[in-house]
């Protein structure tokens, strides 16, 4: 783009603007918001956790009050957590990845995740985590 579009005080058009380069780390993909929901579910930040989780199947999404209660009486910790890349279908509204880890459960039991499979769907150009696919890694469906 010539630089004289903006600086009315450059004359010469075949002066141009530099490259922008773009922050990879800003965007938001499948991985990274995963990712994103697991650190707020080891930090208990469960407002940070709601902003990423969409309804469910049946289009249930609770109030972020009520879905902080619901976490804090489920009290499932999430020891460790690994999300694969993944992959985004062709029509980039939804995408899979895979995810090892380990949850520590109310009772003091223990439960390990591997290889399971997290689906993660486009909502408003977000990637988000369906309410049931958390509730299914706590062990509560």
Request: a negative charge; glycine letters at 6%.
């Amino acid at each position: 783009i010539p630089l004289c579009y903006f600086d009315l005080s450059i004359e010469d058009p075949a002066v141009v603007l530099a490259a922008s380069s773009r922050d990879e780390t800003a965007i938001l993909t499948p991985q990274r918001a995963i990712q994103m929901i697991f650190d707020g579910w080891q930090r208990r930040d469960w407002e940070g956790v709601y902003a990423l989780i969409c309804a469910d199947r049946e289009g249930h999404l609770p109030t972020l009050s009520a879905f902080e209660a619901q976490m804090r009486a489920a009290d499932v910790t999430l020891v460790t957590a690994e999300a694969s890349f993944g992959s985004v279908d062709a029509g980039a509204s939804t995408a899979t990845l895979m995810v090892d880890g380990a949850v520590r459960l109310k009772d003091g039991g223990s439960r390990r995740l591997i290889r399971q499979s997290v689906p993660m769907v486009r909502v408003a150009d977000n990637w988000a985590m369906r309410l049931d696919t958390l509730r299914a890694l706590m062990g509560a469906e």
